[in-house]
């Protein structure tokens, strides 16, 4: 168990985008557990999922059938498992060289041992994701393991930094891994009116790469977006994202010149800090 900040090592960039795009794939048969047992919410938050420090993967939402279980992936070993409320592994499946429809088979299997309604299974979702060849029956295949401890490493290191920040906040919310984006984050919100458009708020977090970059990148993007002049944030070796939307941006190669974890974590805090306080200012 690991609840404090892993060095990162910073494996070749190429290497950690055929990763995540993969993972993008994969992770959307634990959420497919929670979207399609639970009760269906506005925004999708059946089926998102959070970093848990003891297990060291990302996991599901809790499901009530004959036992209590979740749905979880290691991104580590690239496995998905299936464990009860006391974290006992019901069941595995390795994700290397299989199929989406060998894990989709796997998972009747076992969920009709656990007393829950298999037929319910499915792999659709109200979103579109980047595609790539796992979603045309291609198998899934990892050729590099530094490049999944890494991103491992990421979203540890990221809940991790989140739940110390959170704990200086007034009004926030869980820190979730959102199954569209692939991104951890929680949201501090400065006033909320009822009424998502005129609310005030911040989302902060962890994106392992998207449309925008191709790295993972640690963010804060405010709502309403600011209109006052933005700082600058050169000194914290970051820089605002104004494409589609507004938000301040640590890319992750900006802290390959750290060596120690205490470095690396610093400059990620100070980043959040930063942006934090300015954020609130202009709110």
Avoid at 46 to 51: Q, S, T, V
Avoid at 220 to 248: F, M, Q, R
Wanted: aromatic residues 12%; contains cysteine; negative net charge.
């Amino acid at each position: 168990m690991n609840k404090d900040w892993q060095l990162l090592t910073f494996p070749d960039v190429t290497e950690l985008i055929q990763t995540r795009k993969q993972f993008h794939q994969a992770i959307q048969n634990v959420a497919a557990v929670g979207r399609s047992f639970l009760p269906a919410s506005a925004e999708d938050e059946n089926a998102n999922l959070e970093w848990d420090f003891n297990l060291q993967r990302l996991v599901g939402r809790w499901v009530e059938a004959d036992i209590k279980f979740r749905s979880s992936i290691s991104l580590k070993r690239f496995e998905v498992y299936l464990v009860d409320e006391n974290l006992n592994t019901i069941s595995s499946i390795s994700m290397q060289d299989a199929r989406q429809t060998d894990v989709m088979v796997w998972l009747e299997h076992e969920l009709s041992h656990l007393g829950a309604d298999f037929s319910k299974i499915n792999l659709s979702y109200p979103y579109i994701i980047p595609e790539y060849p796992t979603a045309k029956k291609e198998p899934f295949h990892i050729d590099n393991e530094i490049a999944s401890q890494e991103l491992s490493r990421l979203y540890n290191n990221t809940a991790y930094l989140l739940r110390q920040i959170l704990k200086e906040e007034e009004k926030v919310s869980e820190i979730k891994c959102w199954p569209h984006h692939f991104d951890i984050a929680a949201r501090i919100t400065l006033l909320d009116t009822g009424d998502p458009e005129t609310s005030r708020s911040i989302n902060i977090g962890m994106s392992p790469g998207d449309k925008y970059y191709n790295e993972p990148y640690f963010y804060c993007s405010p709502w309403p977006y600011p209109t006052k002049n933005l700082i600058d944030l050169n000194p914290v070796k970051a820089h605002w994202h104004e494409d589609e939307w507004v938000g301040a941006v640590l890319p992750f190669t900006q802290l390959s010149a750290c060596n120690l974890i205490q470095d690396q974590r610093g400059v990620v805090r100070k980043f959040y800090q930063t942006a934090l306080k300015f954020l609130k200012e202009v709110l």
